[in-house]
Structures are given as C-alpha cells and as structure tokens.
C-alpha cells in the first residue's frame, strides 16, 4: 500500500482510481463471504434416519385430506403399536413440505405431538421427535419455531438421556429452532439449555455423532451477538480447568495432530480440530499458566499446533490461524511462558512458524505475534531467533503491502535489533536498510516513526553512510 502511495506523483490519477476500485472490490468480496458465513452459521439440518433405506426414507407427496386422515388416526390410536406406525406414515408425509403447512393448520396438532413425546413409549416418542424434527427445518414461514415452543421443555430434558439416536434428533430439533425467533431463544435460555448441554455432553462424550450435535445447536444458539453474553456467565473457566478439561483437550489435539503428521487426514476431521482449539485457546486465557502446567506437560501439543497449519494452510487458512493462535496464548510475554518459548527452539518448530509469513488470512499476523513472544524473553532467544533465518523473513514482510503486517514486522525486528548489536549488523547484510528507508515514505505514520526510530537509535551509523553512499 505504501509503495503505491510513494510513487502516486509518477502514476497518476488513473493509478489512484485503480487502487480504490481494487480496494471497493476486496471490501465487497470481503462483504460477500461474511454473508456466506453468516448464512451457513444459521443453517438448518434435516437429520436422516439411518434405519431406513432410500426406498422407504421418500414418498409420494399425498393429498391434504390423507395428511388429514393420518393426523386423525394419531389422535384416536390407542394401541401403542398402531400409534407408532400412524406417527412414522405421518413423518414420512411431513417429508413434503406441502403437509407441513396442513398440519399445523390443524388444532392441538403440536400438543398431540408433544403427547406422544412425552408418552409411556419409546417408540412413539422416537416417531413423534422425528415429526418435530421435520417441522423444525419446514421453508414456511407460517411453521416457524415460535408455534413449536411447546415442545422446548420436553427436548431439552430429553438431551441429558440414554439413548444417542433420541438424545441427537432432539438436539438438532433444537438446534434448528434458535435461529428464528429472538423470543424463542429467551425461552430456552430460560429453560436451562447449557446446563443441559453440558450434561449432555459429559453422559455422551465418546459418541462423536452426539458433540456434533451438540455443537451445532450451541452454534446456532449464539449466532445471535445477544445471546452471547447471555451464555458466558453460565460457564467457569477456573471450573472447567479444574474438572481437567484443559488436559483432556489438550490430549486430543495430540493425538489429531500425530494423526495429521502422519498424513492421515479424514474428511471432516477440523470440525473436531477447529472447538478444541478454541476450547484451550480460551482456557489458557483463564489463569496464570504456571497455573495450568500441570495440564500442558505434553511437548507434543506444540508440535500439533504446528501440523496444523501445515496441514490445512490451503483448504482452511481460518484453522491455520486458529492454531497459531492458541500458540499465541501459551508463549505470551508472562514469566512462566518461556518454556514453551525454549521447547519451540528444542523441537525445532520455529523454521516452521517462519515458513508461514508468506500466508495471509491473518496468519502471518498471528505468527508474528508468537516470534515477538519469543524475542521478548531475551537476547538469547533474540539469537536463536536470527539463527533460525528470521532476520531475512522480515525484510520480506516488510515489504507486504498490509499496513498490519508490516507494523508488527517493525515490533519484532526492534526487539531483536535492541537485543544485540550484530542483529542490526545482520540486518543490514540482508540488505534490510533500503527497506526501511523505503517504509519512511508510507502513508501509515505509526509506520513511519517506527522505522525512523529504528534508523536512528538502533542501525549502525557506519552501515547507514555506506548504504546511502550506493547508487
């Protein structure tokens, strides 16, 4: 950005308008995929059933007198077993959305359903979720979740259950319910849902199929910025560290992370990856961390967080940063953090965070913040930092066109420069002054008084005079 601002005089006004049309563009694409994210945060899921083949999963859309008809005869059943056979023709009809609309037009229709959920029969209360999963993901305005309210209470009592299958439908039934209605999500805040998530997930924590579906509807619950504050005083970090979640956490990255190293990358592994790094990213922020040692004696979570990257820096360049960003919490400028700082030079996973400048995203960003981290813990770090190649690294990312970038560049590159005088030696062999001269003409003046402070305070005069003196 600031070699364009440099030579604007030479390009003109056309080269002006080239980068504001650039600039408009990058904004609306920017735009665009915050709207792709927003929309997929509040997406509906439609859970198929897995006892049925696709041949009795569809049907032919029926008549509104024969949706009619089955509604009546779930009604007026007695016979547990004709009931439970009436309720599965009658969910098997509502898989056409057409009959969604002629349902709930219906009288008590959503109590007779909420009768059979809570009714003497497994069976029928499998039968009778499922409709109510079907009406959760209806396209009809006129379904919405505010006329399923009715059946919140039963749901959320439901998920702390025995039984996955149940315990999953009525978690996505739920979970399909929070986006639509402010008021509804007041309700089930009210009812007590994150106690009962978290009960849920301590009775199935082995059953993959149920934490995803624990961690959809939790999504969708706080899709809504409002709702997010609402949710975080339920939840004690100092508990959760204490109850070993962080080490529990922690165990799992390492053993995705060999899994990754390994080459050995499952589709839809990150959708595991992606909350236990944001699970112990965030813990690690709830104490001092020689608090937490005990729970992070593994060497190996290090190099996990530095498989990551590599292994999804293409695919998902947001998980990448997230990973750094985790290290970024354990190598924080705090006393107790130079362990980690000294185990990244011991496993050599330091080269490793230094290939990953090049990378935008934020990534860049991110490692940058975990080498300052490192500088900071001294002038032997500083060297062994130098050593790694990160002296030449800088002198690329300075000359990155992010006025964010090339900001935390200048931090790291002045701790390293104030640590010892052959740094800035080396610095300039790299033939890094003709950068930093170039940044004193950057539209950023933030920008500009860094690199002019590192010209002046911390440069060797006679480098400066035998570079100025150069054609």
């Known amino acids: 950005m600031w070699r364009l601002n440099a030579v604007r005089h030479k390009a003109g006004r056309q080269g002006s308008d080239l980068e504001e049309f650039k600039f408009k563009r990058r904004a609306h694409e920017k735009e665009l995929r915050r709207a792709r994210k927003d929309s997929k945060l509040v997406s509906k899921i439609l859970l198929l059933n897995d006892d049925e083949n696709e041949e009795d999963g569809t049907m032919d859309t029926l008549a509104s007198d024969q949706v009619l008809e089955l509604f009546k005869m779930v009604c007026q059943g007695r016979d547990l077993v004709k009931k439970e056979a009436d309720l599965r023709a009658l969910r098997k009809a509502l898989r056409s959305p057409s009959a969604h609309l002629v349902l709930i037009r219906q009288q008590s229709s959503i109590a007779i359903l909420v009768t059979n959920l809570r009714g003497p029969s497994p069976q029928c209360r499998l039968e009778a979720v499922r409709c109510l999963h079907e009406l959760s993901?209806?396209?009809?305005?006129?379904?919405?979740s505010w006329r399923l309210r009715q059946a919140t209470p039963y749901l959320i009592t439901f998920i702390s259950g025995q039984s996955p299958k149940f315990t999953e439908l009525c978690l996505y039934t739920l979970g399909n319910m929070c986006p639509d209605s402010e008021n509804v999500r007041n309700i089930l805040l009210a009812q007590g849902i994150i106690p009962a998530l978290n009960s849920c997930i301590q009775i199935h924590r082995t059953n993959l199929a149920v934490v995803e579906a624990v961690g959809f509807t939790l999504s969708q619950l706080i899709s809504a910025n409002y709702v997010t504050g609402r949710i975080i005083p339920n939840v004690d970090n100092g508990a959760l560290v204490a109850q070993g979640t962080l080490l529990r956490c922690t165990s799992l990255l390492v053993t995705l992370g060999g899994a990754v190293a390994k080459g050995s990358i499952e589709e839809g592994m990150e959708l595991l990856i992606w909350p236990l790094l944001r699970c112990v990213g965030n813990l690690l922020l709830s104490g001092p961390l020689g608090a937490l040692q005990p729970q992070l004696n593994d060497s190996r979570l290090l190099a996990a967080l530095c498989a990551f990257p590599q292994a999804f820096l293409q695919t998902h360049p947001a998980l990448a940063r997230e990973s750094v960003w985790v290290l970024n919490n354990l190598t924080s400028a705090a006393a107790d953090s130079?362990?980690?700082?000294?185990?990244?030079?011991?496993?050599?996973?330091?080269?490793?965070?230094?290939?990953?400048?090049?990378?935008?995203?934020?990534?860049?960003?991110?490692?940058?913040?975990?080498?300052?981290?490192?500088?900071h813990q001294g002038r032997e770090y500083c060297l062994h930092l130098a050593q790694a190649g990160l002296l030449p690294a800088l002198c690329a990312t300075l000359k990155m066109a992010d006025p964010e970038v090339v900001t935390f560049s200048l931090e790291v590159l002045g701790q390293l420069v104030a640590s010892d005088p052959q740094l800035a030696e080396e610095f300039v062999r790299q033939s890094?002054?003709?950068v930093l001269e170039a940044i004193q003409y950057s539209n950023q003046?933030?920008?500009?008084?860094?690199?002019?402070?590192l010209l002046e305070h911390h440069l060797p005069p006679h480098c400066t005079v035998d570079t100025s003196a150069s054609p």
């Open 137 to 144: 993901q209806s396209p009809h305005s006129e379904v919405d």
């Open 432 to 434: 890094g002054l003709p």
């Open 445 to 453: 003046e933030t920008i500009r008084l860094r690199a002019k402070h």
């Open 338 to 375: 130079s362990v980690f700082c000294s185990a990244l030079f011991y496993l050599n996973l330091v080269p490793v965070l230094i290939q990953l400048l090049p990378f935008s995203h934020g990534i860049n960003i991110m490692v940058l913040r975990v080498l300052g981290n490192i500088a």
